[in-house]
Each structure stands twice: as C-alpha cells, then as structure tokens.
C-alpha cells in the first residue's frame, strides 16, 4: 500500500510536458478554416462607376431606339497639347482640336434594302500648330488633328454608300472617299501622335490623287 501511494504520488506531482509547437499550430489553422467555412461570405464591393458607353448617355432611350432602326450617331472630342521642351526656334506649347460627327445608316434595317448602307463624317477643326508656332518645321505636324479642313465651320469628311454582295465576300462603295483610308491604314501608325506616320505615312498624301483624312475625293472601290 505505501508503495502503491508513493506510486500516485509520483505521479501526480510530475510536470506535464507541453505539446509540440507545430501540432498547436496545426491545430489552430484547423480551427480558423473550419470557422472560414461556416461565416458567411462578404458581399462584393459595390461598382459605383456609371455603366453609359457614351458621355451624353443614351439621350433618354432615343440612342438604342435609332439604332434599333439602322440608324447609328456620335460625336467624338480629340484634343491635343504638344511641347517644344528643347531645340527648335524656342519652347512653348500649342493645342489643336478636333470634334467629330458621324452618321452610319444600315438600309437593311431601316428600309429593308439588303446589304446597303450609307456613312458620312463631318469635323471642325481648332488650334494652332506646335511645328510653325516654336519648332520651326511646316513639313511633319506635331499634332495630327490639325489643320486639313480649312477655314470653315464645318468640312466634309467623306460621304458614300455601300453596297455588300455575296453574304458580305464581295464589298463597294462610291461616293467621296478618302483614299487613304481603304489603301494605307495600320492600327499602329497613330500610336505616334505626329503626322509622320498618324493616319498614313507622310509621302502617301503628298502624291497627286491620293487623299487622306480629313480630305476625299470621288471615287469607287470593290474589295473581295
């Protein structure tokens, strides 16, 4: 019996050994995503952006209503500030501008006439040029929605009607065109602002004939 006591004893008085730090942490991580699962989730954050494609929005229903007709209008703003920080005659900058209207009709849709549709596009351009103002160059425009349209209000872009043939293999139009635009494009020539390159390189519209924009001509191209 005092064996037996001094055994209880014993024991009872031996420290306990604490456990592992690695299995504590497991055990808490097991804790925390079991309670992960179980809390609701957080509600997303609220997009307060305005969800309009357009500036003016969709002039109270009349936008999607004409296009649901055939009828598609817009108005583009582009304005340009451009710097001479060095060199040239002396530094400054300039501003140029240019506003846009453009009209798409699809005959198809408005009129029933397969495969016909008409474009046009009017613009106003507004500014001065950096090049002749401080740089001292009249040949290559810093900015490339200077100048083209004349002094006028208003400058007619190019106005024509299309006609698509062959569930659209076989493509005409007539009417005034720019040359450029059908025979001299690239989605990277204006990633240069100047006019160099932006919207066709500079040599194209120096030859007899060929017009680019803001300028057309009367023509008529097929493309197959």
């Given at each position: 019996?005092?064996?037996?006591?001094?055994?209880?004893?014993?024991?009872?008085?031996?420290?306990?050994?604490?456990?592992?730090?690695?299995?504590?942490?497991?055990?808490?991580?097991?804790?925390?995503?079991?309670?992960?699962?179980?809390?609701?989730?957080?509600?997303?954050?609220?997009?307060?952006?305005?969800?309009?494609?357009?500036?003016?929005?969709?002039?109270?229903?009349?936008?999607?209503?004409?296009?649901?007709?055939?009828?598609?209008?817009?108005?583009?703003?582009?304005?340009?500030?451009?710097a001479a920080v060095a060199g040239g005659?002396?530094?400054?900058?300039?501003?140029?501008?240019?506003?846009?209207?453009?009209?798409?009709?699809?005959?198809?849709?408005?009129?029933?006439?397969?495969?016909?549709?008409?474009?046009?596009?009017?613009?106003?351009?507004?500014?001065?040029?950096l090049g002749t103002d401080y740089v001292?160059?009249?040949?290559?425009?810093?900015?490339?929605?200077?100048?083209?349209?004349?002094?006028?209000?208003?400058?007619?872009?190019?106005?024509?009607?299309?006609?698509?043939?062959?569930?659209?293999?076989?493509?005409?139009?007539?009417?005034?065109?720019?040359?450029?635009?059908?025979?001299?494009?690239?989605?990277?020539?204006?990633?240069?602002?100047?006019?160099?390159?932006?919207?066709?390189?500079?040599?194209?519209?120096?030859?007899?004939?060929?017009?680019?924009?803001?300028?057309?001509?009367?023509?008529?191209?097929?493309?197959?």
């Open positions: 019996m005092l064996r037996a006591d001094l055994a209880r004893k014993g024991a009872a008085t031996r420290p306990i050994r604490p456990l592992p730090l690695a299995v504590l942490a497991v055990a808490a991580l097991l804790g925390s995503a079991a309670q992960a699962q179980g809390a609701p989730k957080p509600a997303a954050p609220k997009n307060d952006a305005p969800a309009e494609q357009h500036l003016f929005g969709d002039w109270g229903g009349l936008r999607s209503d004409l296009h649901g007709r055939g009828v598609d209008l817009s108005v583009d703003y582009t304005g340009q500030v451009a005659r002396r530094t400054g900058a300039d501003y140029a501008q240019q506003v846009q209207f453009k009209a798409d009709v699809d005959w198809s849709v408005l009129a029933g006439v397969k495969g016909f549709s008409t474009h046009a596009i009017l613009v106003d351009r507004a500014g001065r040029n001292g160059d009249n040949l290559f425009q810093p900015q490339s929605v200077y100048g083209g349209a004349g002094e006028v209000l208003v400058h007619l872009v190019e106005a024509y009607g299309e006609e698509k043939l062959a569930d659209g293999r076989i493509d005409i139009a007539a009417g005034r065109l720019p040359v450029g635009e059908d025979f001299a494009t690239s989605p990277l020539y204006c990633d240069f602002l100047n006019t160099a390159v932006c919207g066709y390189p500079h040599s194209l519209p120096a030859k007899v004939g060929f017009t680019a924009f803001p300028n057309s001509t009367w023509g008529a191209r097929v493309r197959i």
